[in-house]
């Protein structure tokens, strides 16, 4: 099998990847998943997989094709037809409608596929399975132990990564009701606590400057509930309050092991962590699974948000950080247009100015106020870029799948990748 970044010679009649995908969605998240990859060059045509069949009749195979079955009334005899028609090495990614893990098997292990992923796709889903074997390597299946920790920062000051981090954990703990902790570790000026009518406790800076004495037990009292809102009973704060003549005597391990210990009882740990020259705002950057950037529409803001971009993924990181756009048509702001200019990309999530709305939840201490309209719908598509996606195991197999199988249409053989 030839991936994209095989080391054999090149034939000049055979394309590098050539994508065949039913809708836009779908198109979109494969141009951003591997723009890294393959630059945006990206040829992604429309058709499925009856439009890839009719173009390998015509056209040298590229070494690595990728194929979207939703809508086939039998995608897998639909596959097997493809692979009597392409050259035997090709390398074969599909996506689909949404399948349980017998459809998964049938794909990879009885088709040959060397991957598949439910629709709808996301830039993150292409990025960590898709991108590795395009790139020749090993795809990169994530493993996490516990919890994701997700970090939120203001590429400067006053751009409303606090209020996005708040409403961000709110949706998780809420809407979707995964056990969640909030962190502030700005134990000066953080007011993240503030805005959820929660305490600020002694227990956080305890944690920062002596981690040996941290356990769960520790952490669970640390985190505090919200109070007077029964609807956010999964949602936790923790979060401090130090004078601001007193000094942090942050321990170098102390952000390993509290997250480590967060991670174990929560299922997202979201941080609101500036981005300022400190030693436990880095390590909380390098923590994070997904780092997330909060910019405004300025020039300042763009030249910030370029600086923050450049900085390497630390091992926990298979992807860049998700860019978002606050306050989208503020007086004075720059346009969308002229940001993405400025970028040279588009930002992953967009949201407009809201003051009204925003301060009226704020001054409450209540987001679910603010959870509603454009608002709400920039905080779930955040959630959906931020939150791990991975193809989970069904009880129940589909009856199509099933037929099929039966019926004796899949192939015993592997039939991508198969020997010529």
Sequence with gaps: MS?????????????AMIAFVTDGDTENALREGLAEVVGMTLDVRRGGVKGAMAAMRKIATPRTLIIDV??????????????????????????????????????????????YLPKPLSRDMVSRHFAPLLAGQTANHEIIQGGRMVTVTGVRGGTGATTIAVHLAWHFAVDMRRHTALLDPDLHMGNMAMLLNSKATGGLRTALENPDRLDE????????????????????????????????NYSPNAATRLTQLLQRRYGFVVA???????????????????????????????????????LPNSQNQSRRAIVVLNRLGQNGGLTR???EDALKMAPDVVIN?????????????EPASAMKGAF???????????????LLD???????????????????????????
Excluded at 274 to 295: E, K, N
Excluded at 353 to 365: E, V, Y
């Design 337 to 339: 247009r002229q940001v």
């Design 353 to 365: 100015d809201l003051p009204k709305q925003i301060s009226a939840a704020a001054t409450i201490g």
């Design 272 to 310: 609101d962590v500036p981005f300022r020259p400190s030693p436990l705002y880095r390590d909380l950057m390098a923590l994070a699974h997904q780092r997330i950037l909060v910019m405004e529409p300025s020039l300042s803001s763009i030249r910030d948000t370029l600086r923050l971009m450049s």
């Design 217 to 248: 037990l520790f952490v669970e009292r640390a985190a505090q509930p919200i109070e007077n809102s029964p609807q956010a009973e999964r949602l936790h704060v923790l979060a401090g309050a130090c004078r601001m003549t007193d000094d942090l």
């Design 3 to 15: 991936g994209a970044g095989s080391s054999e010679p090149t034939r000049h009649d055979r394309a």
């Design 394 to 420: 069904s009880s129940k197999a589909r009856a199509s799948t099933q037929t099929e199988t039966k019926q004796g249409m899949l192939p015993k053989l592997r039939l991508f990748g198969r020997a010529a």
């Design 376 to 390: 709400r719908a920039g905080i779930i598509e955040l959630a959906r870029q931020a939150a791990f996606e991975r």
């Design 70 to 115: 939703s809508g086939e009334a039998h995608p897998l005899t639909a596959l097997a037809s493809l692979a009597d028609i392409i050259e035997p090495e090709v390398q074969v990614l599909v996506t689909g409608d949404p399948r349980d893990v017998d459809f998964y098997r049938q794909v990879t292990r009885g088709l040959g596929s060397a991957e």
